[in-house]
């Protein structure tokens, strides 16, 4: 599985992005897709998953303001963010689990200036 992640970029304190994430099959084989983000320095952390019936999860540092969701159709997971942080500034990820292995797309720079 190929994932393209994209949509990051520069944006101030308070406003919003949306990232993409598109993969090279059904996003249905997936058990779990998810957004991970590593800021410079500290480890990559998880963000939000949503899994294959659709139920969604969030770290507690963007619940309430990301939003995790899927188009099934263009094989597509989105991460809507508002009211973004100066903390929210990372590199994002996507990430696709099936069964038997674990996918990465390449990433995309958010950086939230304050």
């Known amino acids: 599985v190929q994932l393209q992640a994209s949509g990051g970029g520069l944006v101030q304190a308070g406003g919003s992005l949306r990232l993409s994430c598109a993969a090279s099959?059904?996003?249905?084989?997936?058990?779990?897709m998810g957004w991970y983000r590593q800021a410079p320095g500290k480890q990559r952390e998880l963000v939000a998953t949503?899994?294959?019936?659709?139920?969604?999860n969030y770290s507690d540092s963007v619940k309430g303001r990301f939003t995790v969701s899927r188009d099934i159709a263009k094989d597509t997971v989105y991460l809507q963010m508002n009211s973004l942080k100066p903390d929210d500034t990372a590199v994002y990820y996507c990430n696709a689990k099936l069964t038997f292995s674990n996918y990465w797309g390449q990433g995309t720079l958010v950086t939230v200036s304050s």
């Open positions: 099959r059904n996003i249905l084989a997936a058990n779990v």
């Open positions: 949503i899994t294959k019936s659709g139920v969604t």
